[in-house]
T-cell receptor, first 116, second 112 residues
Framework: AQKVTQAQTEISVVEKEDVTLDCVYE???????LFWYKQPPSGELVFLIR??????QNEISGRYSWNFQKSTSSFNFTITASQVVDSAVYFC?????????????FGAGTTVTVRA | DSGVTQTPKHLITATGQRVTLRCSPR?????VYWYQQSLDQGLQFLIQ???????AKGNILERFSAQQFPDLHSELNLSSLELGDSALYFC???????????FGEGSRLTVL
């Protein structure tokens, strides 16, 4: 069974500070997919990034960056120079490449509050 | 805008009642997923359909059922509602076999 753990329940920072969200996953599959989603106060779930298990290249996109380390089963997410608009709940998710469903299993989420 | 449309956005009903939540996936997406988000259970996978056929079941109660129609829209039926069914119900669709899920804005159900 797949499992995603986000140990941090809440993080509160002042604007312009960096925020790193931890995600640790468990899976028996050798091929799998990792995701980060953002849920702002308005409630919708917004897709941020997807990573394949065979691609450990880390990525930077604007103020967002991701650190995927297969050896430690971690897929961490960093917001650089945080802004108030980054306040949201962030979910890490895992999908195993086992047919027929490829469903996503989500972590419990980390609530990020950025104070002005 | 994810392209996934869910109606209604908000629904208030009483215990014992039945409601239907509707979802239209993104154009071209054949897979539809239903998730329930509650404060105590987090985001829980309920059920998945692919091109009209049920593909996978998660933690879906027997009082709940779903279907996907030929035009690919999906409906989630919740019956004999209990207070604990109050939650945000998300529909998502996916492009291809292993792509990411794109979620609708959710239907917030309140059972009084």
């Amino acid at each position: 069974a797949q499992k995603v753990t986000q140990a941090q329940t809440e993080i509160s920072v002042v604007e312009k500070e960096d925020v790193t969200l931890d995600c640790v996953y468990e899976t028996r599959d050798t091929t799998y997919y990792l995701f980060w989603y953002k849920q702002p106060p308005s409630g919708e779930l917004v897709f941020l990034i997807r990573r394949n298990s065979f691609d450990e290249q880390n990525e930077i996109s604007g103020r967002y960056s991701w650190n995927f380390q297969k050896s430690t089963s971690s897929f961490n997410f960093t917001i650089t120079a945080s802004q108030v608009v980054d306040s949201a709940v962030y979910f890490c998710a895992l999908s195993e490449a086992s047919p027929p469903d490829y469903k996503l299993s989500f972590g419990a989420g980390t609530t990020v509050t950025v104070r002005a | 805008d994810s392209g996934v449309t869910q109606t209604p956005k908000h629904l208030i009903t009483a215990t014992g009642q039945r409601v239907t939540l509707r979802c239209s996936p993104r154009s071209g997406d054949l897979s539809v997923y239903w998730y329930q988000q509650s404060l105590d259970q987090g985001l829980q996978f309920l059920i998945q359909y692919y091109n009209g056929e049920e593909r996978a079941k998660g933690n879906i109660l027997e009082r709940f059922s779903a279907q996907q129609f030929p035009d690919l829209h999906s409906e989630l039926n919740l019956s004999s509602l209990e207070l604990g069914d109050s939650a945000l119900y998300f529909c998502a669709s996916k492009t291809g076999v292993t792509g990411e899920l794109f979620f609708g804005e959710g239907s917030r159900l309140t059972v009084l």
